[in-house]
C-alpha cells in the first residue's frame, strides 16, 4: 500500500492511530526513564541524608532528617508517593539548594538552552556548507578535508578541547571571557525574562552586559558547536549525494539552470527536509550532552545540575533533570519520527 | 603472485570460500586507494604496537614519582615533560595506551553481540516482544550517556572493569537499533521466507541467517563507535571515577593537569592529544571500512 | 548613554561600571571567587559547613566572641559581660545597650531566648553544640530565661568547664536572631526556618541580600552595626569550582580575592606584584584513619609503622606547601591544650623494623578510600609511594566526596584519608570524636572518628570525657596534652597536616580577616583603595 492510494479520510485515521501510539509509547517510555533513575539513584552507595545534615550531624539529627526524606519507608512506596506527585506537577525540593526542583530547572535549563542554542547554530552554519561542498566535489579535496573536520569533531575530547581553548584564547590571548556565564561586575544587573542572558540583556537596552555575557558565551559554544559541526556536515553530505542523483535535478541541468542554482535553491532545499531532523536529534544531543562543557567553563546548567545532584544522591533532583532531559529526548524523537514518515512513508 | 590474484580476482569462483576471499581482496583495494582509511589503519596499528611494546617504547617507570622533579617542562630526558608528582608524562601516554585498548576491546566485546542479539531479536520477531525492547532502548538512550555511566561507576565502585561494564550499559541501545533496522530489511528478503518454510526455527533463523546479515554494518558501527568509548572512558577519568591512580589512563592525566593548566601547559595537553590521535584513528579506520563493506 | 543613564538609577555601584574598564569591580565592592558549593542553608540554626560559617560569622552576632589572637581568650560581643554561679550551672549574660537587628528592632533579651530556643527545638546538624548541656525542645524555655530586658540567665545541667561552655556560645549556632523579623515569617511553627534558609534576621555588619546556591551570595554593609559600619558597601561571594579559573580571575582583576588557591597557583602568582598573600591558621586536620576491624591494621606495630612510614616533609614542601603545615596532634594549633610534638619523621628502616615485629616482614596489601580532589589524590599518591619502600601495597580507591564519606561511616574501608574540621572552639569537639568511643557495636548511635575506625578505647573515652567538668583551666589544659601524647603512640590515626588558609587578593584591597574559624572570617575591616 503507498501513501497515493489512501483517501484523505483514511489517512487521518491513520494518522490518529500513529499518535495514540505514539502517545502511549511516549508514556511507557517516561514511566521505564522515572523507574530507572529512581533505582539507580537508590542503588548508588551515597548516603543522600549526608546532603542534608554533613558529616559530623549526631544520630538523632541524622535520624529525624531521614525520616523526612521518607527514606524510612518501604522502597515501592517511596517511588509511588514521587510518581504521584509528578502527576500534579510537583518534582520535590532539592536538598543541596533547597529551592523547588521546578524552580532549579527553571534556571539552569535556559543556561543550557542558550549554550546548545548557540552551538548548534554554529553548527548549522558550518557543517551545511561543508556537507554540500562535499557532496559536490565528492571524493575530491574538499571532500576529504570535510571529512577530516568532521571526524576531528568526533575525535577530540570536549573537556580538553575547552581546556584549550581557555588556555589559548582566555588566558594567552584575552579575546573571550573566562569561566562562568557573566563577570561578577554585570552579575544580577540583568532581570530575569526569559532565562536566556543575552535575550534578556538584549531586551533591556544592556548592551555592556549583552556584551560580557556574550563574551563568556562564545567560546563554550563553539566548542559544542565543533561537535554538532561534525554530525551535520556529514549528514548533509548523504543527504546532498542523494538528492543531486535525483531525476530534477538532471532536469535542472539540461534545461541550463546555473550549477549554483541547482545545488543550492533546489537540492539543498529538498535535502534539508531530512536535515531538520538531524539538526533536531543534534540539538538534543548538545541539550544533554554538554556535562563536561558545563563542568570546564562553570556553566550552570542542567548537565552539572544533574552530575552534581547524583553524586550527592539529591534524589528529587536528579529525577526532576532526567525527567526534563528525557522529555526533550523524546520530544525529538518524535518529531523525527513524524518528518521521517512524511518523507519516506516506506519506515511506516 | 599472479596466480594468487588471479585465484582472488576471477569473475567465476568456483567456492564459497574463493568467492568470499576474493570480495575481501577487493574490498581492501577499495580502502587502499582511500589515504585517509589508510592513515586511520596505520594510527590503530601503531596503538596496538605501542601497546604491546611499552615497557621497550617507554624511557622511565610510569609509576616512579620524583617529588623533586615535577611539572618539569618537555626536554630531552622528559620528551612531554613531567606531572606534579614528578612522573614521566611520555611513559604514562605509552603504557596508557594499554588501559585505552583493553577498556576499548572489552566493551566492544560486551556491546557488541549484546546489542546484535536484542536488535535482531526484537525486529525479527516484532510484535510485543518488540515493543518492550525498543522501550527499554528508548529509556537507556533518553538519559545522557555520560551521566548514565556516571551513575553506574558510582553504583559498581571505581575500577577499569566496572568502568567498562558502565560504559558497556550505556552503549549497546544503538547497536541494537541498527542491528533491528537491518533485520526489518533482512527479514521480508524471500531467502528468509524460504528457509523458514523449510522449518528452521526462529532462533535459529535469527541465529544462522539475520544476525551474519547485518554483521558488515556493525562491525563499521563498532569502530566508529570505539572512539566515542574512548571519549566516554576518558570523560569518566576525567571526573574522577575511572580508572584507579596511579593507573596512567589518559582522562584522568588530563584532569591532574586541569590545575596546572595555565602555567605547565604540558601535563593536560598531551594525553588529551593522545586521544585525539586514537579516537581519530579508529574513526578514519571505520569510515574507511564502511565505504568498502557497507554500500547499501 | 540612555542605557548608562538607566543603569545609574538601577543600581548603587553603576556610576562606576560607565567610568571604568571592563574587568575591574566595582569600587564600593569587594568581589571573592571562592568554592561555596557546600551552602546548602543559611539558617545559622542549621549552618554547619564551612562557607555557610563564613557567611553566619560576618551577618549575626552573639553573646561572646573570641580572641583572634588568643582564640582561648573570650571577651563580650553582645554581652556587656557575665557571672557565673558558684555550681557553674547558671550564667547570667547583661546585653549591651542600644544594639539593633538590621530592621531596627531592638536586641532585647527576648531575642536570646527565641535564638536559643529555635535552635534546640529545631534540632538541626549543630544543634548538639546547645543540647549537650541538657537543653532540651521540652526545657529550653525554663533554662534560658530573660529576666529583664537586658539580662538572660542559662542554666545546665551539670557542672561543666565554664570554658567548655561558653566555647560553645562563640559557634554558629548560639547567634542571635531577630524575634520579631523571623516570627512574621514562621510557616506552621517552623520557627521561620524555610525563610531563614535564604534570609536573614541579624544584627552583625553585613546583612544577606541574595544566596543563590552553587552560584553567588551578596553581602550587603549594615551601616549602623554597633561595632562600627563596614567601609566596603558590598560583598559578592561567586562560586568558582576551578583554583586554576580562580587565579586568572583575579590576575586579570575581575575579581579581588581568590580563596581557594592551590600551592602551584600560590607559587605562580608570586611573581604578579599585583596580588599579596595572607594566611590564616585553619582547625582542619588532615589524617589518615586506619579501621581496626582489618586484622593487619589493628597490630599496635602497624599502626606506629604507618606513623614512620609517610615522608611529612617531602609531600608538605611538592604537594601542600603553602596550604597545610605539618601537624601530628588531633588538637589543632590555637586550641586551649594543643601540643606542636611532631614524634613521627619518616624512617623506613624504622618500620620494616616494626612491620617485621608484627610478623609481616614482607608488607601487606590494604585499600584507601580516596577522594578525587586535589591535594588528596596527590598526597595519596604519594603515600602509596612511600609505603611500596616498606612492601605494603596500598591501593587506591577514588570516589566523590559524599561516595567515600558513606563508605567511612559504614566502617567498610581499610584506610579513610580525610579532614576533620572542629565544630567550635573548644578541645573536646575533636578530643571527643578522636579520643572517645562509648560504644563501639554495629548500631552505635555516636559515630565519632574513632567509632567509624573501630577503635575501643573504654579507658580512654572515660578519661577524655571527664576532662569537660574541669573548672580548673590550666588542669583541664595539661589533661588534653596528655591525652593527644598518648593517642599519638597509640592510635590508629596517621595525623600529618593542619591546614593553613590562604587568601590571595589585589594590592588595592586589603583587610579580610583569616580566623581560627570559617566563622571567624571577617569582611568587617575590609578596605579597597
Known sequence: MTTSNISWGGRSAVWGRIAGRELSTVAITFFGLLLVTFLIARVIPIDPVLAVVGDNAKADVYDAARAALGLDKPLWQQFATYVGKVFTGDLGKSVLTSNLVTDDIKRVFPATLELATLGTLIGVALGVPLGVLAAVYQGRWPDQLARLIGLFGYSVPVFWFGLMGLLLFYAKLGWVAGPGRISVAYQDFVDPITGVLVIDAALQGEWEAFRDAWSHLILPAAVLGLLSVAYISRMARSFMITELQQQYVIAARVKGMSEFRVIWRHALRNAFVPLITVIALSYAQLLEGSVLTETIFAWPGLGRYITNSLLNADMNAVLGGTLVVGAVFIGVNLLSDILGRLVDPRTR | MTTWTDYLTTDSPSSRRQARLGQLYRQWLAFKRNPLAVAGLVIVVALLLIAAFAPLIAPHNPLAQNLDKRLLPPSAVNFFGTDSLGRDIFSRIVYGARVTLVIVLLVVITVGPVGLLIGATSGYLGGWVDRLLMRITDVFLAFPRLVLALAFVAALGPGLENAVIAIAITAWPPYARVARAETLIIRQQDYIAAVRLQGASQWRIVWKHVVPLCLPSLIVRTTLDMAGIILTAAGLGFLGLGAQPPIPEWGAMISAGREQIFDQWWVATFPGLAICVVALGFNLLGDGLRDVMDQR | ?529
Request: aromatic content about 10%; glycine content about 6%.
Open chain 3, 1 to 529: 548613554m540612555r542605557h548608562v543613564a538607566k543603569l545609574l538609577t538601577v543600581s548603587a555601584f553603576t556610576a562606576l561600571m560607565a567610568t571604568t574598564a571592563m574587568a575591574q569591580t566595582p569600587k564600593d565592592t569587594v568581589v571573592m571567587a571562592k568554592q561555596i558549593d557546600d551552602i546548602i542553608s543559611l539558617d545559622p540554626a542549621e549552618v554547619f559547613e564551612f562557607s555557610g560559617g563564613e557567611v553566619v560569622g560576618n551577618v549575626y552576632d552573639k553573646l561572646v566572641r573570641f580572641d583572634l589572637a588568643d582564640p582561648s581568650k573570650l571577651y563580650g560581643d553582645l554581652a556587656e559581660g557575665w557571672t557565673i554561679s558558684p555550681d557553674s550551672k547558671t550564667y547570667t549574660f547583661k546585653l549591651k545597650p542600644n544594639v539593633k537587628f538590621h530592621s531596627g528592632n531592638p536586641l532585647t533579651a527576648a531575642d536570646v531566648v527565641y535564638s536559643f530556643q529555635r535552635a534546640v527545638v529545631l534540632n538541626k546538624s549543630p544543634g548538639f553544640i546547645l543540647t549537650q548541656f541538657g537543653l532540651t525542645k521540652d526545657n529550653v524555655t525554663e533554662m534560658v530565661k530573660a529576666v529583664d530586658d537586658k539580662t538572660v540567665t542559662i542554666t545546665v545541667d551539670k557542672p561543666y568547664a565554664p570554658s567548655f561552655f561558653l566555647n560553645c556560645l562563640t559557634a554558629n549556632v548560639a547567634v542571635i536572631v531577630d524575634s520579631k523579623l523571623v516570627k512574621a515569617n514562621e510557616k506552621a511553627g517552623d520557627f521561620g526556618y524555610e525563610w531563614l534558609k535564604q534570609n536573614s534576621a541579624g544584627s552583625g555588619a553585613y546583612k544577606l541580600r541574595a544566596w543563590r546556591a552553587n552560584e553567588q551570595y551578596t553581602l550587603e554593609a549594615n551601616p549602623d552595626w554597633f561595632m562600627g559600619a563596614p567601609k566596603v558597601k558590598r560583598v559578592v561571594v561567586r562560586h568558582v569550582a576551578e583554583p586554576a579559573s580562580q587565579r586568572l580571575l583575579l590576575e586579570k582583576g575581575d575579581v579581588d580575592y581568590a580563596r581557594n588557591l592551590s600551592k602551584d597557583q600560590l607559587d605562580s602568582i608570586k611573581s604578579n606584584a599585583d596580588i599579596v598573600q595572607q594566611v590564616g591558621d585553619k582547625g582542619y586536620i588532615l589524617y589518615l584513619g586506619l579501621n581496626q576491624k582489618n586484622p593487619n591494621l589493628a597490630k599496635p606495630e602497624v599502626r606506629e609503622a604507618l606513623k614512620y612510614l609517610v615522608d611529612y616533609d617531602s609531600i608538605e614542601r611538592n604537594i601542600v606547601a603553602g596550604t597545610y603545615k605539618p601537624h601530628q596532634a588531633f588538637l589543632p594549633k590555637g586550641f586551649l591544650g594543643a601540643i606542636d610534638d611532631r614524634p613521627y619523621k619518616f624512617d623506613p628502616a624504622k618500620a620494616k623494623e616494626l612491620l617485621a615485629k608484627a610478623g609481616l616482614p614482607n608488607g601487606f596489601s590494604v585499600t584507601m578510600d580516596t577522594r578525587s580532589v586535589n591535594p588528596i589524590t596527590d598526597i595519596a599518591q604519594a603515600v602509596q609511594a612511600n609505603w611500596a619502600q616498606a612492601g605494603i601495597k596500598l591501593e587506591l580507591i577514588p570516589g566523590d566526596g559524599k561516595q567515600t564519606l558513606t563508605k567511612y561511616r559504614a566502617r567498610t574501608h581499610d584506610i579513610y584519608i580525610g579532614q576533620w574540621g572542629p565544630d567550635y572552639q573548644d578541645p573536646h569537639t575533636n578530643a571527643e570524636t578522636f579520643a572517645i568511643n562509648e560504644n563501639n557495636a554495629e548500631d552505635a548511635r555516636s559515630k565519632t572518628l574513632a567509632w567509624r575506625n573501630a577503635w575501643d578505647i573504654p579507658e580512654m573515652s572515660k578519661k577524655t570525657g571527664a576532662l569537660v567538668f574541669e573548672t580548673d583551666s590550666d588542669k583541664r589544659k595539661a589533661g588534653y596534652e596528655a591525652i593527644e601524647r598518648e593517642h599519638q603512640k597509640v592510635s590508629p590515626f596517621v595525623i600529618m597536616f593542619q591546614q593553613v588558609e590562604v587568601a590571595a587578593h589585589r594590592k588595592n584591597v586589603d583587610g579580610l580577616i583569616l580566623g581560627p574559624g570559617s566563622a571567624a572570617n571577617l569582611y568587617s575591616t575590609l578596605s579597597k583603595n
